[in-house]
Each structure stands twice: as structure tokens, then as C-alpha cells.
């Protein structure tokens, strides 16, 4: 989740496997570096749903029902890098192709997502565990909140919604998501937050009064929200004067918010904990 300050559960893979990252890595920076393709907010939201797919396979690894031989390449955090190296595979793949790369990058982003979260579904229904009732209602949640976040900053700042665009919704969504989701898994499944920092702000919510009445998810929800909204402004000007580092630095912003959302639904409906 966001703030992941040494959480716990980091697993290092092999060397093997971190010589053959390395290996992808520099064939995929390879194409990239010749090529220089630009980074623009279609070609970063076109990367959302690999966000999406990588944390459909860590959950996927958490259930163990990844075979033992690529297990490792979806631990945390190498998942990141495998994901990302996917999607750069097939980003790399698209422009030495002379391809569409945003339509053709999201769609097959979309595909592996939805093969990820079709392979927790049947995992989780063999097991009799499957449990989809309250991670919907989470996400349905998670919608509401974001629309209203970001139409306040749309009013408050419409310049900043202005500049950063599709990108600034996703980043928002994304954080939206996972604070919501978090907030749900902690205050009505008592489940605990691996990384210091949330859980330091979930700790102070659980000390304050309204403990009993709101629970103490809520805190770490709307320091997520503000968080986001903080990003977007400071960020506005940076995605205005250099389109391609603004952009990649909202993606990973992005990317940090959306990732874990999406593992904790999954993962919290294929355990049965809703």
C-alpha cells in the first residue's frame, strides 16, 4: 500500500531469477532507449490494467497456485518488476511492430488481468472460499469517494484536473481504492496492515474517541485522498513542462494505489475473509 516503508513479507528471489529480470530489463531498455517513444497520458493510462494483472498474480502466489518454477517472479516486491516487465515486452514488442501502442497495450493489460482475477475466482471456488460481497461493495465505494474527491479539486483547481487529465483520475481512483479497501479489510475483518506507516495512522484513529463509532480505517482513507489531490497539484506544472517525466512520475503514483487496491479485493474475496 502507499507509504511502504519496509513492510513485511519482502521476498528476494534467486539469483537465476533476478539474472534473468536483469536480462529482460536491459533487452526491454534496449528498444526503448533507440526508439525514445513519447510518453504521453494515453500511453500511461494504457498501462492501468497491467497494474491491475500483477496484483491478480501476487494474489495468485499468495494462494499458492502459482507453479514452484515462476513463483518467485510474482513475490513482493518482484512482481513489480515482472509485471512491468511484461507490459514492456509487449510495449516494446507494438513500436518495433509500427503498431497502435495505447489500444493495443491496454487491451492486452485487460486481457491479462482478466485472466489473472478468472484464475482467484476458480482458485478461490475449489477452495470454497470464494466470498465477492463485500470487496464490490468496497469498489462501489472506492467509485463514490473518488468521483467526489475529484470533482472538489476539479472546482477547487480545475487547472491542475485540466493538465493531468485521464492520468488524474486513475491516480486518484487508484488511491481512493486501496484507502477503502484497506480501511474495510481493517475495521470489519480485523485484518493487519503490513507497512509502519498506515498502520501508525490506523493507530492513532483507533486511540481517538470515535474509535467505537466510525472505526479507524477512516483516517488512513482520507490521508490517501488528500495525498493524491496533494500529488496532482504539485504535479501539474511538472506533467506541463516535461510531458515525459511528469506522466511516468503520475503512472508510478498511480500504480502505488491501484496495485494494492486491486490485490486487497481480490485477495480478501479468495480467502473468504468477506
Known amino acids: 500500500m502507499f507509504f511502504q516503508i519496509l513492510p513485511e513479507g519482502l521476498v528476494v528471489p534467486g539469483l537465476a531469477y533476478l539474472l534473468g529480470l536483469a536480462v529482460a530489463g536491459l533487452a526491454v531498455g534496449a528498444v526503448l532507449f533507440t526508439r525514445r517513444p513519447p510518453v504521453t497520458q494515453r500511453l500511461v493510462v494504457a498501462f492501468t490494467p497491467w497494474m491491475a494483472a500483477g496484483a491478480a498474480f501476487h494474489v495468485l502466489y499468495q494462494l499458492e497456485a502459482v507453479p514452484d518454477a515462476i513463483a518467485p517472479l510474482f513475490s513482493a516486491p518482484t512482481v513489480y518488476v515482472t509485471t512491468f516487465l511484461a507490459a514492456g515486452t509487449v510495449w516494446g514488442g507494438l513500436i518495433l511492430a509500427d503498431r497502435g501502442v495505447p489500444p493495443a497495450l491496454a487491451t492486452t493489460g ?16 475449489a477452495r470454497g472460499t470464494l466470498a465477492p460481497a463485500l470487496p464490490v461493495a468496497a469498489l462501489i465505494a472506492s467509485v463514490v469517494v473518488a468521483v467526489v474527491t475529484y470533482a472538489i479539486l476539479d472546482r477547487v483547481r480545475p487547472t491542475v484536473t485540466a493538465r493531468t487529465g485521464t492520468l488524474g483520475v486513475v491516480v486518484v481512483f487508484g488511491h481512493a481504492l486501496d484507502g477503502v479497501s484497506t480501511a474495510v479489510g481493517v475495521d470489519l475483518l480485523g485484518s493487519g496492515e503490513r507497512s509502519p506507516v498506515p498502520a501508525a495512522i490506523m493507530e492513532f484513529a483507533g486511540s481517538l474517541p470515535t474509535a467505537s463509532v466510525v472505526g479507524k480505517g477512516w483516517l488512513f482513507v482520507l490521508v490517501k485522498l488528500l495525498i493524491a489531490a496533494a500529488v496532482l497539484v504539485l504535479f501539474a506544472d511538472f506533467v506541463e513542462e516535461d510531458p515525459a517525466q511528469g506522466n511516468a512520475a503520475l503512472g508510478v503514483v498511480a500504480a502505488v494505489g491501484l496495485g494494492p487496491g486491486t490485490h486487497n479485493l481480490l485477495l480478501f474475496a479468495a480467502a473468504g475473509l468477506f
Open 110 to 125: 485487460g486481457v491479462a488481468t482478466l485472466a489473472g482475477a478468472a484464475l482467484v475466482v476458480q482458485t478461490a471456488t
